[in-house]
C-alpha cells in the first residue's frame, strides 16, 4: 500500500551547520505534507506544512522543500542548535480526510 | 491554559484487563483523535472524532473503543488488554480538519504482560 517513509533513521550535525531531514511519500492524492517534532518523552510538536501545489515554504530556521516529480519532502534547518534535537516525522493527509499518515521518524542529534 | 492532558501517564496490564484513557483538552478544540506509537513507527491514528457525540474509526481500531460525551474529552477504552497494545498513546486536538496543527498530549506509555 501506499506509504510515508524516511530515507535516514538518525542524523548527527554539528551545532551551527544546517540539517536537511529527508522524507519519501507515494501517496499521489495527499494535499498536504506536514513536518512534526517529536522531544524525549513528549508528544509531537507541529513545526510547518506544505501544500501540495507548492515547492517551498519558509519557516522561522525551517525550510520545506516538494519534489512532487520524485515524490520526496525535504526539511532543513539553518544553524541547528541543541534544542534542536529531537526525533522528526513527516506525515502527509489528503484535503478532506482525518488520517494523516506519518512516516517512521528520523533522529536528529546535534553535537556541541 | 494546560492543552492537551492524558491519564494516566504510566499503566500495566496483564492480558484480558480493561482499561480506559482519558485526554482533555482546554483550548475549545472540535476535532480529537486517538494515535499509538510503537518503537520505529511513526503515529497511527486508532479513532478520531470530529465533534462532541460522533466518533469515527483510523487506521488501527481494532480492540479499541472511544466516546465523546463532552467535548473537552475523549476516552480511549481497552475492553481485553493483549500484549500487542503494548505502545505509547497520543491524545491529539485540531480546531478544524482544515487545520493541519494537531496539539498532542505528552502521551500514556501502556505495557500488557
Known amino acids: 500500500g501506499e506509504s510515508v517513509g524516511l530515507h535516514l533513521p538518525t542524523l548527527s550535525v554539528q551545532e551551527g551547520d544546517n540539517s536537511i531531514i529527508n522524507c519519501a511519500y507515494s501517496?499521489?492524492?495527499?494535499?498536504?505534507f506536514i513536518w512534526y517534532k517529536q522531544e524525549s518523552g513528549k508528544g509531537p510538536q507541529f513545526i510547518i506544512d506544505?501544500?501540495?501545489?507548492?515547492d517551498k515554504r519558509q519557516g522561522q530556521r525551517v525550510t520545506v522543500l516538494l519534489n512532487k516529480t520524485v515524490k520526496h519532502l525535504s526539511l532543513q534547518i539553518a544553524a541547528t542548535q541543541p534544542g534542536d534535537s529531537a526525533v522528526y516525522f513527516c506525515?502527509?493527509?489528503?484535503?478532506?480526510?482525518?488520517?494523516?499518515?506519518f512516516g517512521a521518524g528520523t533522529r536528529l542529534t546535534v553535537k556541541p | 491554559n494546560a492543552g492537551v492532558t492524558q491519564t494516566p501517564k504510566f499503566r500495566v496490564l496483564k492480558t484480558g484487563q480493561s482499561m480506559t484513557l482519558l485526554c482533555a483538552q482546554d483550548?475549545?478544540?472540535?476535532?480529537m483523535y486517538w494515535y499509538r506509537q510503537d518503537p520505529g513507527m511513526g503515529l497511527r491514528l486508532i479513532h478520531y472524532?470530529?465533534?462532541?457525540?460522533?466518533?469515527a474509526k483510523g487506521e488501527v481500531p481494532d480492540g479499541y473503543n472511544v466516546s465523546r460525551l463532552k467535548k473537552q474529552n475523549f476516552l480511549l477504552g481497552l475492553e481485553s488488554a493483549a500484549p500487542s497494545q503494548t505502545s505509547v498513546y497520543f491524545c491529539?486536538?485540531?480546531?478544524?480538519?482544515?487545520?493541519?496543527?494537531?496539539?498532542f498530549g505528552p502521551g500514556t506509555r501502556l505495557t500488557v504482560l
Open positions: 491529539a486536538s485540531s480546531f478544524t480538519l482544515l487545520v493541519n496543527e494537531q496539539f
Open positions: 501517496n499521489s492524492a495527499s494535499d498536504y
Open positions: 506544505i501544500r501540495s501545489n507548492m
Open positions: 506525515a502527509e493527509k489528503e484535503y478532506n480526510n482525518n488520517d494523516m499518515r
Open positions: 483550548m475549545n478544540h472540535e476535532y
Open positions: 472524532s470530529v465533534g462532541e457525540g460522533t466518533t
